[in-house]
């Protein structure tokens, strides 16, 4: 996509301005339960000689709600009244870009007015803060004593999941019995093919052959190593590898 | 809705908060300082910063054949979380983004995502729309856009470098240009040569400008700081011109480093010959980094002579050419001088060279003694010099170019190299007796042998290449300036002289045991002198 990185400068040539505005976080969260359209609030503007002076927000009457845990939501209710602090946005140049889903950037405009949304000091917001300081001071962890004992870990003498599991497995598969050399080795060439170290167990697992005839094996036709990182490993000889190229020769 | 009011008027906009914007409101943020007018920008390109992916990606094995395996990765997880290595995971949300503006020739910025923006408080957007309500965007994240510097900047070690020299560099203009040039170069070799170069380049050709009557101004930090400051206005326009005379400062430098690897065999004090990257071997000079190890004033006394530049390598001639650009009069009068002298010289050393090895043996030990800077008994012998002299050797065209250098190294390795070239040998009658002579440590010889007749003088015709080291050619050469063992050496090569190294050395070490010469310690060496 050529025009990915492209930004959409329209919004910075018609030089539009907004307003960024810092707004509590109780407030936000009224405003996502908002329905419809969307609308929140009304915003008042009082302008003194072309310049905004007075402002202030009142937040919808269905808003009010605040949903708290463990308190009936009418006891508390949001502050409606909501001045705005008017301040500069100084020597900053802050400009508003937006990305997209699609990874599209757009610049929308400057910002020409910076405010702070400030509830109006009233009971009721004194009440929504200690509601809020309450929540927010209890303790992530807490101890809670039980009521009864927990008796149901019980101390195994033996794992039995895992000794069913051993004596399955030693059913199932016995000694490993030795496979005809050719199958072995058809067995390691088609292993390194996919990757180039192995280590004996992985070996011995993905083979089935008792460890002592796949080392014998492995002598032969591969080279162990101690590749410098911890596990040793095993790898074929070089004249038996053709990775970058065709299959291997035997 | 309108509410009219006495004074003031004020209305009443209707907020809206959109619920399903697929667009996520960010912050550019500039600085006041940097001036930043987005209606100036007529085109922009943004894309986040992915430079940092490869720090989390970790180190990346083959995945699945050749390099790879059985397991790596699990094996890698459990590892990791069996150290309680907690790797942070590549966010690209996180990541700076890069502004570009109006294409190339514009600006670039980087942003950096600013933290905790919307922990405590959100920041909302309010926008006026058509219908006059204002539509509040929630800010997603908030970047702080910084200009990118566009200039060449120093890396941390050079300003660390500039920063010690700040009291003595007064034109700060040329601080870049140097860095310029030695990328230039860098460009054409090792990095690490290059810079050396460039350094020396820096601090030589500051004194390009200065009358230069001793070698050792090369050595002297003081010179350097003078010439620094006296650039000052001139070191643009000088700097051509230093880098002509770079090389040449080199050329000299060597030849005072070669002085110092002979005189005792001891290490070079000298610290500014730490990390110089010396070729003793080398026959090309390929560029003026390198170092090759030709001495200028040999070089520039090869100029007049024509002849030697067929048994010249190239770069001598290049150097002797810079060495004639700069027009050093001091070259310039030594190379007349030694001209005729040098001549001599290597004829005296080709007879000498061509005499029985024994000679050689003999002297050896002399002349190691002699060289080492021991008080020498005057030496008795020129007048024989003369004499043997007088067996000129033919033309050498095939010598190999051994460099000076090889005379200044070890003797061993000096005489193996010129044991390789070719040797006339036309051994005459007259030169027996020399030898014998010279064996004998002959006391006879009043030491004025150097007003002792030099036949060989006479013969300042050289055959090609032929140089002569005779005890007035020595006399000459001491008289005019106090030289060290190794810069005497330097004047009468091997392969000009045909005398292998350790003859030279020898041979040399008489001649001054003749002419004992005064002394003088300059800068830690040893330094012969004659006042005439």
């Keep these: 996509m050529s025009d990915k990185g492209e930004v959409d400068l329209t919004g910075a040539k018609q030089n539009t301005g907004v307003w960024l505005v810092k707004v509590p976080k109780y407030l936000s969260q009224q405003w996502t339960k ?123 003498v033996a ?92 | 809705m309108q509410i009219g009011s006495s004074s003031s008027s004020a209305t009443e906009y209707v907020v809206r908060v959109p619920k399903n914007t697929s667009k996520k409101y960010n912050i550019m943020a500039f600085n006041a300082g940097d001036k930043v007018s987005c209606s100036t920008w007529t085109q922009a390109r943004m894309e986040r910063d992915m430079s940092n992916r490869r720090i989390y990606g970790e180190e990346e094995t083959p995945d699945g054949a050749a390099g790879s395996e059985f397991g790596k990765k699990q094996r890698e997880e459990a590892r990791r979380k069996k150290y309680g290595i907690v790797t942070k995971e590549f966010k690209v949300e996180d990541q700076p983004w890069i502004l570009k503006v109006n294409g190339k020739a514009g600006r670039r910025f980087k942003g950096l995502k600013k933290g905790g923006v919307t922990e405590n408080a959100s920041y909302y957007i309010f926008t006026q729309c058509a219908d006059g309500a204002f539509e509040a965007f929630p800010v997603h994240s908030w970047y702080n856009f910084t200009p990118q510097a566009k200039h060449r900047t120093l890396t941390a070690e050079e300003a660390e470098e500039e920063w010690g020299r700040r009291n003595k560099v007064v034109n700060h203009f040329s601080i870049m240009l140097q860095r310029r040039l030695r990328q230039q170069e860098q460009g054409e070799e090792e990095e690490e040569e290059g810079e050396k170069g460039g350094k020396k380049k820096k601090k030589k050709g500051g004194r390009g400008g200065d009358l230069r009557i001793h070698d050792l101004e090369d050595d002297l930090e003081m010179s350097s700081d003078e010439s620094d400051g006296s650039n000052g206005d001139d070191d643009e326009a000088k700097s051509k011109a230093k880098q002509d005379k770079g090389p040449k400062g080199k050329g000299k430098k060597k030849k005072k480093k070669k002085g110092s690897d002979l005189e005792g065999f001891e290490d070079s004090d000298d610290g500014d010959f730490e990390g110089l990257e010396v070729d003793y071997m080398s026959d090309e000079s390929s560029s003026e980094e390198e170092e090759p190890e030709k001495p200028k004033p040999s070089k520039g006394e090869d100029v007049p002579k024509g002849i030697d530049e067929m048994s010249e390598s190239e770069e001598e001639s290049e150097e ?58 005057p030496p008795k012998r020129g007048g024989v010099r003369g004499s043997a002299g007088s067996s000129r050797t033919g033309s050498r065209p095939g010598t190999p170019s051994i460099d000076s250098a090889a005379t200044s190294n070890t003797l061993r390795a000096a005489a193996n190299k010129l044991e390789q070239g070719k040797r006339q040998t036309t051994v005459p009658s007259s030169e027996t007796p020399a030898t014998k002579r010279l064996k004998m440590e002959p006391s006879p010889q009043s030491s004025s042998g150097k007003s002792t007749p030099q036949p060989v003088s006479g013969k300042s015709t050289p055959s090609s290449s032929d140089v002569l080291l005779t005890e007035d050619a020595v006399r000459r050469y001491l008289i005019r300036k106090p030289m060290t063992t190794k810069d005497l050496l330097k004047k009468f090569q091997t392969k000009r002289t045909g005398l292998s190294s350790e003859q030279t050395v020898n041979v040399l070490a008489q001649i001054l045991k003749r002419l004992n010469p005064e002394r003088k310690n300059i800068n830690d060496k040893m330094h012969f002198y004659l006042t005439e």
């Design chain 1, 34 to 156: 908002a329905t419809g359209r969307g609308e929140v609030g009304k915003l008042r503007i009082c302008k003194n000689q072309g310049k905004a002076e007075v402002v202030s927000f009142t937040l919808n009457e269905e808003l009010t709600t605040v949903d708290t845990i463990g308190e009936k939501s009418s006891m508390v209710r949001a502050p409606r009244e909501h001045p705005f602090t008017l301040q500069t946005v100084g020597g900053q140049t802050l400009a508003v870009f937006t990305e997209n889903s699609s990874d599209k950037i757009a610049l929308e405009g400057l910002v020409v007015q910076r405010a702070e949304c400030r509830p109006a000091v009233s009971e009721n917001y004194m009440k929504l803060k200690k509601l809020q300081i309450e929540e927010l001071s209890k303790p992530m962890r807490f101890s809670q004593q039980l009521d009864k004992a927990v008796t149901t870990n019980y101390k195994p």
């Design chain 1, 159 to 250: 794992n039995h999941a895992y000794n069913l599991d051993y004596e399955r497995k030693k059913k199932e598969e016995g000694k490993r019995a030795r496979a005809d050399k050719q199958q072995v080795l058809d067995m390691l060439f088609s292993a390194f093919e996919k990757h180039q170290y192995y280590n004996i167990k992985d070996l011995v697992d993905i083979t089935k052959q008792p460890v002592i005839y796949l080392k014998e094996i492995l002598r032969d036709i591969g080279i162990y190593n101690v590749k410098g990182t911890h596990k040793n490993t095993w790898e074929l000889k070089p004249e038996y590898r053709h990775y970058q190229n065709e299959e291997k020769s035997d």
């Design chain 2, 320 to 377: 002797e050419n810079k060495n004639e650009e700069d027009g050093k009069e001091e070259e310039e009068e030594e190379d007349g001088k030694k001209t005729p002298v040098q001549v001599e010289k290597k004829k005296k050393k080709d007879s000498s060279g061509e005499s029985d090895s024994s000679e050689d043996s003999d002297i050896e030990g002399e002349a190691a003694s002699a060289l080492f800077m021991k008080k020498r008994t």
